[in-house]
């Protein structure tokens, strides 16, 4: 007998769900009857059965625990009927067992849900449950999604955004990487937001045509970090948009006051749905983008920077997606806006100084530090927008970008990915701040004093501002001196 000792493997929120879903799925087809399915539920302990094609093998629809409880007991229903009656099968959630456990997660906290199917090669290998997850994270991220959902006030939501910022400090003390907990800490905003819209809603109903609540800015690339602020919109569909706006502001009003008081302070610049400048029928917001682009002013360049960015959180999503289709097509072959969004972009350089390491803020109340989101991870996210417009890429957040339109544009990928791994690396220290702060109960912000890095991130800073350098480089190549010469 071998006298090494025996570790136990632990999954980490980065590892595949393969790692998870190792016991055999219990299953059933759509003609066993309800009465044989809870039995072998109750047997084999577990709280799903999955309904499968007979000879496919593919899941077509799971029930659980708690259908049991709504859907059968609380009404009565006939035990002896075919398990496919009260199954929930329409929009079933399954992932590839390759994906990871993060990505479990970021499903169930957006749709609610409590079990994930697990498929190899189109066929059922595994179930995943919220349990699971939910063990592997202490418990945190089931705690916040129920905050979310059940929250029935302002202090509720603020309740449930102190406990996000609670999450990611969990997150980044088990190691994870910026790129998922940005995402996460979107998906989790997203419901907040949600839920302060059907809050908002009990008081002020929103009229009764197709619209939705757009995101924009970093939340609209779900790249939010802590130290956030409210940049939001309406877009809805109406052949007289004045009444019907009339009838939003009051109603998006509310939206912004309960988001604040959730944590997400309200915006300076007033980019807020409750505003009615960015409260806008479909139309009306083709020509204010039209307007930035064929007349693109210095403030139609600042405006085309944060509301570019955009997606639906909630509400008629194909509205917004007719929306970005028509942005890429008037774009598209528009070499003028490009080349001054460029030349634009290039004013903000990457703070490397010829002497020192950097060059730090001079004065005010952040002295000698550096600006990681405006001087930094900014450098990333205007370029990438450049080259995503200009390629035809329908993508919003910044490594997609990245890579979608440096395939396209053929640059090389060594290059692509490390300006991506620059990125990763800002984003990085930014929510590692974010989480001191939040730690020292201090007042979120973006300055950090390099001074306070060891020597192996200082040395990584300075290389990712290398990378952005680098970036800029190659645009001004590509665009920098037409835009110069149009400026």
Same mark, same amino acid.
């Given at each position: 007998?071998?006298?090494?000792?025996?570790?136990?493997?632990?999954?980490?929120?980065?590892?595949?769900?393969?790692?998870?879903?190792?016991?055999?799925?219990?299953?059933?087809?759509?003609?066993?009857?309800?009465?044989?399915?809870?039995?072998?539920?109750?047997?084999?302990?577990?709280?799903?059965?999955?309904?499968?094609?007979?000879?496919?093998?593919?899941?077509?629809?799971?029930?659980?625990?708690?259908?049991?409880?709504?859907?059968?007991?609380?009404?009565?229903?006939?035990?002896?009927?075919?398990?496919?009656?009260?199954?929930?099968?329409?929009?079933?959630?399954?992932?590839?067992?390759?994906?990871?456990? #993060?990505?479990?997660?970021?499903?169930?906290?957006?749709?609610?849900?409590?079990?994930?199917?697990?498929?190899?090669?189109?066929?059922?290998?595994?179930?995943?449950?919220?349990?699971? =997850?939910?063990?592997?994270?202490?418990?945190?991220?089931?705690?916040?999604?129920?905050?979310?959902?059940?929250?029935?006030?302002?202090?509720?939501?603020?309740?449930?955004?102190?406990? +996000?910022?609670?999450?990611?400090?969990?997150? $980044?003390?088990?190691?994870?990487?910026?790129?998922?907990? &940005?995402?996460?800490?979107?998906?989790?905003?997203?419901?907040?937001?949600?839920? @302060?819209?059907?809050?908002?809603?009990?008081?002020?109903?929103?009229?009764?045509?197709?619209?939705?609540?757009?995101?924009?800015?970093?939340?609209?690339?779900?790249?939010?970090?802590?130290?956030?602020?409210?940049?939001?919109?309406?877009? /809805?569909?109406?052949?007289?948009?004045? %009444?019907?706006?009339?009838? /939003?502001?009051? /109603?998006?009003?509310?939206?912004? +006051?309960?988001?604040?008081?959730?944590?997400?302070?309200?915006?300076?610049?007033?980019?807020?749905?409750?505003?009615?400048?960015?409260?806008?029928?479909?139309?009306?917001?083709?020509?204010? /983008?039209?307007?930035?682009?064929?007349?693109?002013? %210095?403030?139609?360049?600042?405006?085309?920077?944060?509301?570019?960015?955009?997606? *639906?959180?909630?509400?008629?999503?194909?509205?917004?997606?007719?929306?970005?289709?028509?942005?890429?097509?008037?774009?598209?072959?528009?070499?003028?806006?490009?080349?001054?969004?460029?030349?634009? @972009? =290039?004013?903000?350089?990457?703070?490397?100084?010829?002497?020192?390491?950097?060059?730090?803020?001079?004065?005010?109340?952040?002295?000698?530090?550096?600006?990681?989101?405006?001087?930094?991870?900014? =450098?990333?996210?205007?370029? *990438?927008?450049? #080259?995503?417009?200009?390629?035809?890429?329908?993508?919003?957040?910044?490594?997609?970008?990245?890579?979608?339109?440096?395939?396209?544009?053929?640059?090389?990928?060594?290059?692509?990915?490390?300006? +991506?791994?620059?990125?990763?690396? =800002?984003?990085?220290?930014?929510?590692?701040?974010?989480?001191?702060?939040?730690?020292?109960?201090?007042?979120?912000?973006?300055?950090?004093?390099? &001074?306070?890095?060891?020597?192996?991130?200082? &040395?990584?800073?300075?290389?990712? $501002?290398?990378?952005?350098?680098?970036?800029?480089?190659?645009?001004?190549?590509?665009?920098?001196?037409?835009?110069?010469?149009?400026?």
């Amino acid at each position: 007998m071998s006298d090494t000792p025996q570790t136990t493997y632990r999954p980490n929120l980065h590892s595949p769900l393969a790692a998870l879903a190792r016991r055999k799925p219990i299953t059933a087809t759509p003609e066993t009857s309800l009465r044989e399915a809870v039995q072998a539920m109750s047997e084999h302990r577990v709280g799903s059965i999955i309904v499968v094609e007979p000879e496919s093998g593919r899941p077509i629809g799971i029930f659980t625990l708690r259908d049991l409880l709504h859907r059968v007991a609380a009404k009565s229903c006939d035990l002896d009927q075919m398990v496919m009656a009260v199954m929930s099968g329409s929009g079933l959630l399954m992932l590839n067992w390759r994906s990871t456990i #993060y990505q479990a997660g970021l499903v169930m906290a957006r749709h609610g849900v409590r079990h994930i199917p697990v498929l190899e090669r189109g066929r059922l290998a595994g179930v995943v449950s919220e349990g699971q =997850l939910y063990a592997i994270q202490h418990g945190g991220l089931r705690k916040v999604a129920s905050r979310i959902r059940h929250a029935d006030s302002g202090d509720d939501l603020r309740s449930a955004g102190a406990l +996000v910022r609670e999450l990611v400090a969990g997150m $980044m003390e088990l190691g994870s990487d910026a790129e998922p907990i &940005t995402r996460l800490v979107s998906s989790l905003n997203d419901s907040i937001a949600v839920r @302060a819209i059907e809050l908002a809603a009990r008081d002020f109903a929103p009229p009764d045509v197709p619209w939705a609540w757009i995101a924009l800015g970093s939340e609209g690339r779900e790249e939010q970090t802590l130290a956030t602020d409210q940049d939001n919109g309406i877009v /809805f569909e109406a052949a007289e948009p004045g %009444p019907v706006r009339d009838a /939003f502001v009051p /109603f998006a009003q509310r939206v912004n +006051v309960l988001l604040d008081a959730a944590g997400f302070a309200l915006c300076k610049g007033e980019i807020m749905a409750g505003n009615p400048r960015w409260c806008l029928s479909s139309q009306e917001w083709r020509d204010r /983008f039209a307007t930035w682009i064929d007349v693109p002013e %210095p403030q139609a360049l600042l405006h085309a920077a944060i509301f570019f960015d955009f997606r *639906a959180v909630h509400g008629d999503a194909t509205l917004v997606a007719r929306l970005r289709g028509w942005l890429a097509e008037h774009v598209a072959g528009n070499d003028r806006f490009l080349l001054l969004m460029a030349h634009n @972009a =290039l004013q903000n350089q990457p703070p490397l100084g010829l002497i020192r390491d950097f060059v730090l803020t001079g004065t005010g109340e952040h002295k000698g530090k550096l600006d990681l989101k405006v001087n930094g991870v900014q =450098l990333f996210v205007e370029a *990438a927008r450049i #080259y995503a417009l200009a390629n035809g890429v329908d993508v919003c957040n910044t490594i997609g970008r990245l890579r979608a339109s440096g395939e396209r544009a053929r640059i090389p990928a060594v290059e692509i990915e490390a300006w +991506v791994d620059a990125f990763r690396f =800002l984003q990085t220290l930014r929510l590692r701040l974010n989480v001191e702060q939040v730690h020292g109960s201090a007042a979120l912000h973006n300055f950090l004093a390099p &001074t306070t890095l060891n020597e192996l991130d200082r &040395t990584v800073l300075r290389e990712s $501002m290398r990378q952005a350098r680098r970036l800029q480089a190659r645009l001004t190549r590509d665009y920098g001196g037409g835009a110069r010469s149009l400026a």
